[in-house]
Every structure is written in C-alpha cells, then in structure tokens.
C-alpha cells in the first residue's frame, strides 16, 4: 500500500449505530486530519492530530470521536449520528515542521450515510 | 481570519487548450503556502501544486503552473493542454506558516474538458 488509505469507503449506518473510520498513511508522516466534505459546502478541518497528540478541535460535535493511536493510524469512532453528518469523510497526512511545505496528502475517502 | 474566494463556480474549456482557474487569498500573515488541489468524482484529493509566499519563481508541475501575484493577493491556476481526465473540481487553499497546521479551502471550481 501507499499513500493514504481510508477504510471503508462507503458506509450506510443508523442513527443508533456505531462505527469508526480508519486511515492509515504509509509516508512517514507526524501529522494526520480529519475533514468533512458536504454537498455544496467548502471543506472543513474536523481534527488535527500532530505528533500523535490532538493539537486542534474545530468544535467538533461528541458523537464524533477521533483515535491517533500511532503516527500510521487515525480512527473517527461514530455514534448516535444525524442524518445531517452525512459527508464525505477524508483523512489526510503531512509532515509537519520548519523547512517543509506540509503539503497535506489525502486519503480517497469514506462516503458516510446516516439514515 | 484567512480567506480564500474562488468565483468560478464552474469552467469550461476545449480538449487540448490552455484554461485558468482563479483563486484570491486574504491573510495578514506574511508567510504562508498556497496549494492547489484535483477532486475527481471518485472523490479523491489529489495534491497538485504549491507555491510559497517567499518563492521568487512561480511554481510549475508539468502541465500545471501557478500565477502567483503577491501583491494583487491572486495564486491562479494554469492547465496547459487540457485533457478529457482533467475534468474535476479544483481547489485553492492556503496554510499560515506562523505554526499552524490548518488549511484553509476555497469552494472549488468544476472544470469541464469538453472533446
């Protein structure tokens, strides 16, 4: 594998369910994101893990909760979602610090239904 | 707050011709990365290009090239030759280097290459 994986990519669940999303960046990365993408709306920063630590929190709702659990690996775990949290969910990875871009690659993402 | 207006909703341009993509920036910060991003409807975003505040040279990756003008605050998008699979949505966005790891998104532009 390379790049960014997202896994599942397409995922149809209940409001009373539970689910995570995984992502897993194989670039030696110290920097991974959470971004939700809805239907007519600009991208938006949902979390920001660096280093492993969660650095940012864009007032993201509880029933979204992330997991970094090493520098590869970042979870959403999802419950009791609304039907309004159905998006595209995109993982993304930088490397992060003095002399890079931090150019921040993306995953393919997970389309996310909330019925 | 930083800023970034893309006016285009969407483009049209003939297969093999050049096309322009614009994007405006506001930041008060004097160091800082713009970035342009292809999403496919697969959905995917896929990392194209960067240029940095500082960069004397405006940035080129084959087909595509940034027309960076610092003081008009504009970082356009050029396509050189268009193809059929350059048919997208294209975003511009923009990273502060003060030491935050958040990027910020345009709306996007729907390009169409028509044969």
């Known amino acids: 594998e390379t790049g960014v994986t997202q896994t599942p990519r397409h995922l149809v669940m209940g409001m009373t369910n539970k689910k995570s999303l995984k992502c897993e960046q194989h670039?030696?990365?110290?920097?991974m994101y959470w971004y939700k993408q809805s239907a007519k709306k600009p991208l938006e920063l949902m979390f920001v893990?660096?280093?492993?630590?969660?650095?940012e929190n864009n007032s993201v709702p509880s029933r979204f909760s992330p997991e970094c659990p090493n520098s590869s690996h970042l979870f959403l775990h999802l419950h009791t979602l609304q039907p309004e949290d159905s998006a595209l969910y995109l993982c993304?990875?930088?490397?992060?610090?003095?002399?890079?871009?931090?150019?921040?690659?993306f995953g393919p993402g997970t389309r996310l239904t909330v019925l | 707050a930083q800023k970034i207006t893309q006016t285009q909703p969407g483009m049209f341009v003939q297969e093999k011709e050049a096309v322009t993509l614009d994007c405006t920036y506001d930041?008060?910060?004097?160091?800082?990365?713009l970035f342009w991003y292809k999403q496919p409807s697969s959905g995917e975003m896929i990392f194209l290009i960067y240029?940095?505040?500082?960069?004397?040279q405006n940035a080129t990756e084959g087909r595509y090239s940034l027309n960076f003008q610092k003081a008009r605050k504009s970082a356009n998008l050029v396509i050189s030759a268009s193809q059929l699979g350059d048919s997208a949505m294209y975003f511009c966005?923009?990273?502060?280097?003060?030491?935050?790891?958040?990027?910020?998104f345009g709306k996007g532009t729907k390009l169409t290459v028509n044969p």
């Open positions: 993304a990875s930088s490397q992060y610090g003095q002399g890079s871009t931090d150019t921040q690659y």
């Open positions: 670039l030696g990365h110290n920097a």
């Open positions: 893990y660096s280093l492993e630590e969660r650095v």
């Open positions: 930041t008060s910060d004097q160091s800082y990365g």
């Open positions: 240029q940095g505040s500082y960069d004397e």
């Open positions: 966005a923009m990273r502060d280097q003060g030491g935050s790891e958040k990027l910020v």
